[in-house]
């Protein structure tokens, strides 16, 4: 039987994407879940949908005020928390170098940066609280491990997320807990503009194309690898960064691509 089951998690970002996705995961494990997102009215919808072991948050996770009282709610609610999935993102604008406001990159980097530290912090401080272990999941991304030309201030979000994680890792190793990282690759969600509009980047299938496997991924695909890497099946994995991404990271961008038969 998985650990999850029985356990309580929080997942933010919760309503929508991936981690919608790995709430239908947990609570489908028995996991009691409490869904953090901005979207009120989707985390509601979603709690509503999946009953009676699901609680809907609204909560920003960049506000340090926010992330108290999700957690104060959650506990509240479940009376404990053990599993926890720092998912929430945004993209930002896409724009080239030159053309990126300050606002903007600050917007960015404290949904995507600073919630995750705030969301790191409180989970330790629960466990503390709670004397217990646990497990933490984290949503990197391909652009942790590349640059790009036009979603600067996400990819350097998307780089410190490792930092974290592996620095959460390290401290939380000798209490019990541990920190591990996923890294999508193409999977559709609403995190991008469409393809074709005026600040979209190319069609999702054209670009998964360019992986090994030839396609786009799903978010049921992370979901599955956040539950491992929450679930005791990976209790000797901490620190590390999974890449979900059709084996893009695999391929070597300056050696000329040749087609498999």
Known sequence: MSSI??????????????????????????????????????????????????????????????????????????????????????????????????????????????????????????????????AIAITASICSFGGGADLVAYHTSKHALLGLMRSAAVYGGPLGIRVNAVAPGVVPTNLLPPAGTATGTAAPGARARLAPLRRAGTTTEVAEVVAFLLDDASSFVTGSVYSVDGGAVAVNPVRPHVESP
């Open 5 to 134: 089951s029985g356990s309580v998690a929080v997942v933010t970002g919760g309503a929508g994407g991936i981690g919608e996705a790995v709430v239908r995961t947990l609570a489908a494990r028995d996991a009691r879940v409490a869904i953090v997102d901005a979207d009120a009215a989707a985390a509601e919808a979603l709690a509503a949908e999946l009953g009676g072991d699901t609680v809907a948050i609204p909560a920003d996770v960049s506000s340090e005020d926010d992330v108290e009282r999700y957690m104060d709610e959650a506990v509240r609610r479940f009376g404990r928390i053990d599993l926890y999935h720092l998912n929430a993102g945004i993209a930002g604008r896409p724009a080239f170098l030159p053309e990126a406001t300050v606002d903007e990159f600050d917007r960015v980097m404290a949904v995507n940066v600073r919630g995750v530290f705030l969301g790191l912090r409180a989970a330790f401080r629960r466990y503390a609280a709670q004397e217990s272990p646990g």
